[in-house]
């Protein structure tokens, strides 16, 4: 069944931020993950707080987003987001 990541991310070093996309692209890929939605505009309809930036990638499964998370081929992406941005990321199954 498929996984999705889903990342809410404020960015406060955005020339950092794009170095992270730039090695966090490569990680996910590796992983066999697809972005479906990578900092579009994003409009809040209810609830709060309003996300500054949202990032939607679909995974084979909830193990394989586990181990893309704690891989080492992300953890230096990982190094660089967390000094650049504030983050929450959580996982959701799919529908099959």
Known sequence: MPAYLIAEVDVHDPAAYE?????????????GGVYIARGGEAELLEGW??????VIIRFPDRATVKAWHASPEYSEARAIRERAATSRFQVVDGLE
């Open 49 to 54: 707080p309003a996300p500054r930036r949202v």
């Open 19 to 31: 170095a992270y996309k730039a090695r966090a692209a490569a990680a996910v890929a590796q992983y």
